[in-house]
């Protein structure tokens, strides 16, 4: 399975980004069943969890992001999201996204994520 992450990009504090996390080769069943999360590293910093959502719906954020970011999914597209809102510099990583489920772990390819003026 291979999760195709994009929407990073170059922005002002302040701005908005929404990043995607795409499995087009996931199974719809396994797809519905799976926690999504997306993690981020900064530079010379250990990888965090910024936000995951559950197979319930249910979701938890890292204490940085409450309030800003929005995680979700659309079933019927296969693809996870990050909504990133009042992007602060030390927002400024490389974003990784996730997939668990029973057996399975999976993670895409990193998007970085620049604030800056």
């Known amino acids: 399975v291979q999760l195709q992450a994009s929407g990073g990009g170059l922005v002002q504090p302040g701005g908005s980004l929404r990043l995607s996390c795409a499995a087009p080769?996931?199974?719809?069943?396994?797809?519905?069943?799976?926690?999504f999360g997306w993690y981020r590293q900064a530079p010379e910093k250990q990888r965090e969890l910024v936000a995951s959502?559950?197979?319930?719906?249910?979701?938890s954020y890292g204490d940085s992001v409450k309030g800003r970011f929005t995680i979700s999914k659309d079933n019927t597209k296969k693809t996870a999201y990050l909504q990133m809102n009042s992007l602060e510099t030390e927002d400024t990583a490389v974003y990784f996204c996730?997939?668990?489920?029973?057996?399975?772990?999976?993670w895409g390819k990193g998007t970085l994520v620049t604030v800056s003026s």
């Open positions: 996730n997939a668990q489920g029973p057996g399975m772990n999976y």
């Open positions: 080769r996931m199974i719809l069943s396994t797809f519905w069943g799976t926690t």
């Open positions: 959502m559950r197979q319930d719906g249910s979701t």
